[in-house]
């Protein structure tokens, strides 16, 4: 707003969600997995151990799914999900369309699944998959929308040269560790020809690495 004063009123908040019974328990024993074993490597091989147990949390934290690499993509088995589905039940019923971010591609199309499947409403997604030409035809068809409708995007193909003016909530299902590439997808919708206040929703794993990532960037 200190750029272009006429920009509406941009609203943050975070969304603390509680693990499910599975997540939890997948989480410790990826937890007590590196414990045992981080000190027996050293290196570059310890400094990968360690990256790879924090994206398997990451992923845990989204939806256990994503690491017993099963079928079973219901939204009850995440309590982030769950949540989002709650919210999204509400946004929807006001009318309003949403945005939601996600850093991991394949976790952004089954989400899109699951959100189609729970609310019946349109719903697009544009991963890095997608073409030039078919990225143009998505962005038209939610601009253009004359019903509430929802966009799933992974961070990166959604971070630059994208007009989403159509949205009014934004939420970033995982959390990138750089504010400044959150904020730059936050204005796929926060920016010039958007007139009407804009809640991004910060979505938080309770009690996890992302909680205390999260303390450390603000």
Known sequence: KNVISDLPEKMESREYCTLTKEQATLYQAV????????????????????????????????????ITGDNKKKSDRS???????????EILAEGDSTLIFSQYSTFAQELAEMIKKHTGVPVLLLTGSVTRKNREQLIDEFQNSDEPSVFVISLKAGGTGLNLTRATHVFHI???????????????????????NVQVHLMIAAGTLEERIDVMNQ
């Open 31 to 66: 937890v007590v997995e590196l414990a045992e074993n981080v000190d027996k490597v050293e290196g570059i091989a310890r400094r990968g151990a360690i990256l790879a147990a924090i994206t398997h949390l990451k992923q845990i934290c989204n939806h256990p799914g994503l």
């Open 174 to 196: 995982d959390r990138w560790w750089n504010p400044a590439v959150e904020d730059q997808a936050t204005d796929r919708t926060y920016r010039i020809g958007q007139r009407r």
């Open 79 to 89: 309590g982030k999900v769950r949540r989002l589905f709650e919210m999204l039940d």
